[in-house]
């Protein structure tokens, strides 16, 4: 799987500047959904906020989802966020499998009250729904082989292979620096094989 990230790097960052700024002003447009306008308080405007940023700067990791409302497995047009964990090590661009394990310790979480300060924010943040995190550190009682972090993401259909949500593994644009805002890699710099993949 690594070769085909080194090809999700190539077709993002190594597009003609002229076709970069097309997009820029286009394509890599992600609207807020209308709801987040009636909580000014939401911090996942933060996300839309940055976006210009992430795009211009972030790097290419693989991303596995923690969580993501249903309604994205299926057709549809609602556009949702959900939670995302990540590495920026490169272990993780050759073993994209072991975020599986971690995202599903995670997930495990949810709905309960560990004894554990750290575990215990996780499992409020993840229960809640509602609470958005850009680069939360995950505890090393969850993983201490692989320094991970999880962020708030948004997830746009016109930006997903075949519109919806395939399975849980997906190439994410991720910040370099603090705080780490993440978003998945639109579909346009998805190498074929990718996409096939995805969409089996």
């Not at 495990?108 to 609470?131: F, M």
């Not at 958005?132 to 201490?144: C, D």
């Not at 708030?152 to 399975?167: A, E, S």
């Not at 910040?175 to 993440?182: E, G, K, L, Q, T």
Request: hydrophobic fraction near 35%; charge should be neutral; aromatic fraction near 12%.
């Amino acid at each position: 799987m690594n070769d085909q990230l080194e090809l999700c790097r190539s077709n993002f960052f190594g597009r003609a500047s002229i076709k970069k700024v097309w997009d820029k002003f286009t394509y890599l447009r992600v609207p807020k959904p209308d709801w987040l306008g009636e909580d000014p308080s939401d911090r996942l405007s933060v996300l839309f906020d940055n976006l210009e940023m992430l795009y211009a700067d972030g790097t290419i990791v693989w991303g596995r989802i923690i969580q993501a409302n249903g309604l994205l497995f299926e057709s549809g047009e609602d556009n949702c966020p959900g939670e995302v964990v990540y590495s920026l090590t490169d272990r993780a661009d050759n073993e994209p499998e072991c975020l599986t394990d971690i995202a599903g310790r995670l997930y495990q979480l949810k709905g309960t009250t560990p004894a554990d300060s750290e575990l215990l924010n996780i499992a409020r943040y993840l229960s809640d729904e509602h609470v958005r995190v850009f680069g939360l550190p995950v505890p090393h009682s969850v993983n201490a082989s692989l320094r991970c972090k999880i962020s708030t993401t948004y997830f746009y259909r016109k930006h997903l292979p075949g519109g919806r949500l395939c399975t849980m593994l997906l190439p994410i644009v991720v910040s370099r620096n603090s705080p780490h805002f993440a978003m998945p890699l639109p579909q346009k710099y998805w190498p074929k094989e990718l996409v096939a993949w995805w969409t089996r």
